[in-house]
């Protein structure tokens, strides 16, 4: 199982960014996927997750402003981020259970 991350960036705080995660199978078979971030120096946290059937949670920082979906007929995981916060700078991995992770895509927002 291959899983790429894309549609990381640069941008002004207030702006969005939709991030992208296809995978290299077909992600009905997937129970559960999520985002996590990650900035140097901290620990991976959880961002957002969505179940196969499509119920989705958040992180209490992104809940609002952030909307992750799945589109299994193009086999992918989407993140999409409105009104960015320079807090928001991380790099962005995609993660399908059990354990399938995909490399990282940096996303930076300054003030």
């Known amino acids: 199982v291959q899983l790429q991350a894309s549609g990381g960036g640069f941008v002004r705080a207030g702006e969005s960014l939709e991030l992208s995660c296809a995978a290299s199978?077909?992600?009905?078979?997937?129970?559960?996927m999520a985002w996590y971030r990650q900035v140097p120096g901290d620990q991976r946290e959880f961002v957002a997750g969505?179940?196969?059937?499509?119920?989705?949670n958040y992180i209490d920082s992104v809940r609002g402003r952030f909307t992750i979906s799945r589109d299994n007929a193009k086999n992918t995981l989407n993140l999409q981020m409105n009104n960015l916060k320079p807090e928001d700078t991380a790099v962005y991995y995609c993660?399908?259970?059990?354990?399938?992770w995909g490399r990282g895509t940096q996303v930076t927002v300054s003030s």
């Open positions: 993660r399908a259970l059990p354990d399938y």
């Open positions: 199978v077909n992600i009905s078979t997937f129970l559960f």
């Open positions: 969505i179940t196969r059937g499509g119920n989705a």
